[in-house]
């Protein structure tokens, strides 16, 4: 069955410093892979995806991610992280049947000046 | 949240009662979801629609049935809420499955609900 496993609830950094949020997958067919961003008090909004061809995908304001088929994982990253970046960041797989997306338990991501 | 509506925005209900909520869309989509996200918890899906009057149980359906009698709007419904159903739910909707291509989710901007 599919699933995602985010690796750590909570992620600090300080402005300016890189941003590392990690997402392992399990899927017995091949992965479409997404990373969505929650604000406080919002829906999710789609960051970046992965569908087939170029492994690493560049998203909206700055952030990539890699897909690893050797490792599993899904990696978000951002050079350098700004305040406006705060929020929870959702991995999520698309499901066997190809109808619906299975999520992580999310990151909560903090950024310090 | 362009295209999607969710109502009520916020509810607050007693345990033993019956509760509806709406997602309504104008982007023709035929997909539409309705997930519950609690903290530790992430997002997990409840029901799931692929047309009207086709609909499917999702990871975390019991105590909850679902409507899609129009295109445009997928009805929740708690038959008699419990204070483990306090959440707060998002419907989401989407024009084709996954299982052709990476398509996307786009989500409405969510229901919290409160059963005492």
């Known amino acids: 069955a599919q699933s995602v496993t985010q690796l750590g609830s909570h992620v600090s950094v300080s402005e300016g410093a890189l941003v590392l949020l990690r997402c392992n997958y399990s899927s017995s067919v091949p992965p479409y892979l997404f990373w969505y961003v929650q604000y406080p008090n919002q829906g999710l909004q789609l960051l970046l995806k992965?569908?087939?061809?170029?492994?690493l995908v560049k998203g909206i304001n700055g952030f990539e991610a890699e897909f690893k088929k050797s490792e599993t994982s899904f990696h978000l990253t951002k050079p350098s992280a700004h305040m406006s970046d705060a929020a929870e960041y959702f991995c999520?797989?698309?499901?066997?049947?190809?109808?619906?997306?299975?999520f992580g338990k999310g990151t909560t991501l903090s950024v310090s000046s | 949240d362009a295209g999607i509506t969710q109502s009520p925005r916020h509810k607050v209900t007693e345990t033993g009662t019956p509760v509806t909520l709406r997602c309504h869309q104008t982007e023709n989509h035929r997909y539409m979801y309705w997930y519950r996200q609690d903290p530790g918890h992430g997002l997990r899906l409840i029901h799931y629609?692929?047309?009207?009057?086709?609909?499917d149980k999702g990871e975390v359906s019991d105590g909850y049935s679902v409507s899609r009698s129009k295109t445009e709007d997928f009805l929740l419904t708690l038959e008699s809420a419990t204070s483990s159903q306090t959440s707060v739910y998002f419907c989401?909707?989407?024009?084709?499955?996954?299982?052709?291509?990476?398509?996307?989710?786009?989500f409405g901007a969510g229901s919290r609900l409160t059963v005492l």
């Open positions: 999520a797989v698309s499901d066997q049947a190809g109808t619906a997306l299975i």
């Open positions: 989401a909707i989407s024009d084709k499955g996954f299982s052709s291509g990476a398509n996307v989710l786009t």
């Open positions: 629609s692929y047309g009207v009057k086709d609909t």
């Open positions: 992965y569908t087939t061809g170029a492994t």
